[in-house]
């Protein structure tokens, strides 16, 4: 089964429509048996879901990720795993153990509406929300 994590420098990257990079996972029998590093192809939750379908990812770690993104990831069969943090290979392991929680918290949805698309799109938004910076970046988009 294929994997993907939001990377950045080992890190689980905390915002999924800004990543520049995935880390993915060749699991077989609950063991990790190979990994690379991919860049993203484009920005966006459109795009970056896009590509994780062809790429034939299975399941997605990240951390915070907008309503868009999730229903684009849904709707290729990709399972989601939002909320996470640390380590990208220590999440890929807890999933294989078992022990990985999604946290639906790390939804952008803060924005009292539908909007269909991710956060970073507001530009100098503090997405706190997440419990986290986002990366470092002001307010989520980086974009400040």
């Known amino acids: 089964m294929k994997i993907a994590v939001t990377y950045n420098n080992g890190?689980?990257?905390?915002?999924?429509g800004h990543t520049q990079q995935f880390k993915v996972y060749e699991?077989?029998?609950?063991?990790?048996?190979?990994a690379q590093v991919i860049e993203a192809d484009g920005?966006?939750?459109?795009?970056?879901?896009?590509?994780l379908g062809q790429m034939g990812v299975k399941t997605l770690i990240c951390g915070g990720i907008g309503e868009?993104?999730?229903r684009a990831l849904a709707?290729?069969?990709?399972?989601?795993?939002?909320?996470?943090?640390?380590?990208?290979?220590?999440?890929?392991?807890a999933l294989?153990?078992?022990t990985l929680k999604a946290n639906d918290a790390a939804t952008c949805n803060h924005?009292?509406?539908?909007?269909?698309?991710?956060c970073g799109e507001h530009h100098g938004h503090?997405?706190?929300?997440?419990?986290?910076?986002?990366?470092?970046?002001?307010?989520?988009?980086?974009?400040g």
């Open 43 to 51: 920005a966006g939750h459109g795009a970056l879901a896009g590509q």
């Open 27 to 34: 699991t077989e029998g609950g063991e990790i048996r190979s």
């Open 68 to 70: 868009g993104a999730r």
């Open 96 to 98: 294989l153990a078992g």
């Open 11 to 16: 890190e689980v990257f905390q915002h999924f």
């Open 111 to 118: 924005h009292g509406h539908e909007h269909g698309h991710d």
């Open 75 to 93: 709707q290729m069969g990709v399972a989601l795993y939002a909320g996470a943090s640390g380590s990208a290979d220590a999440a890929v392991e």
């Open 126 to 143: 503090d997405c706190g929300h997440h419990g986290h910076d986002c990366g470092g970046h002001h307010g989520c988009g980086g974009r």
